[in-house]
């Protein structure tokens, strides 16, 4: 295991398309995030999933977004009708249960929406 | 609100000059916080967190519950700590934990 993986790594879309992101977290981990991060801004939390549940969400999170994880292993991250304001890089990370458990991230997904 | 806040940009050091990363918190609870680095063309990574009260890479930070900060400190800079730094902060709202990530310093050491 490499550490969590991304994919795509780089992704060009048209407004209006919808896209949909993978990642696979570390194997024994079972908390898994996802962020979004503009230039210049640190990473801003979309949501969280402990195993398949998800847990929690960012006010963020428009009614366009979804995430899944229903296996408790990987998670999509799906964008409908993309926007202008979506171009960002997509992060995931994963870490076991505890809060303060150390998040390890992906190398995320860049996303440029024409 | 729950905020990072990260007040510089960019810092500039001399190799071996001390430096210091501010970090200012708002949390109305006990928060975790950490510190993250991303090297150029490298994924984001722990550095350190309050709770492990440890140094990495010569690095440390000391929560100041009074002042709501969480500075990151070492004493002499070296070039390979050039980065960009991130603070963070994790708390408990309600049932669920919540995320925050200031907006990040880039450190840049000049030999």
């Known amino acids: 295991d490499t550490g969590v993986s991304q994919n795509p790594r780089h992704k060009i879309t048209k407004r209006g398309q919808n896209v949909t992101f993978r990642c696979d977290p570390i194997?024994?981990?079972?908390?898994l995030y996802w962020y979004r991060q503009t230039l210049g801004q640190g990473p801003e939390f979309l949501t969280y999933?402990?195993?398949?549940?998800?847990?929690?969400k960012s006010r963020l999170l428009s009614d366009r977004f979804s995430a899944e994880r229903p296996k408790g292993s990987f998670s999509t991250l799906e964008i409908q009708r993309t926007e202008q304001g979506d171009s960002a890089m997509y992060l995931c990370?994963?870490?076991?249960?505890?809060?303060?458990?150390?998040?390890?991230f992906g190398p995320g997904t860049r996303l440029l929406v024409l | 609100a729950q905020r990072v806040t990260q007040p510089e940009k960019l810092l500039s050091v001399f190799k071996g000059a001390p430096v210091e990363l501010k970090c200012n918190y708002s949390?109305?609870?006990?928060?975790?916080l950490f510190w993250y680095v991303q090297y150029s063309r490298q994924r984001l990574q722990l550095l350190l967190r309050?709770?492990s009260r440890e140094s990495i890479k010569g690095f440390t930070a000391d929560l100041n519950k009074g002042e709501t900060s969480f500075h990151l400190k070492k004493p002499f800079a070296q070039e390979e700590d050039s980065a960009m730094y991130y603070c963070?902060?994790?708390?408990?709202?309600?049932?669920?934990?919540?995320?925050?990530f200031g907006s990040g310093t880039k450190l840049n050491v000049k030999p």
């Open positions: 990370a994963s870490s076991l249960s505890r809060p303060q458990e150390t998040q390890y």
């Open positions: 194997s024994e981990h079972n908390r």
């Open positions: 999933f402990q195993n398949e549940a998800q847990l929690e």
């Open positions: 949390y109305s609870g006990s928060p975790e």
């Open positions: 309050h709770i």
């Open positions: 963070a902060l994790s708390g408990q709202v309600g049932n669920f934990n919540k995320f925050y």
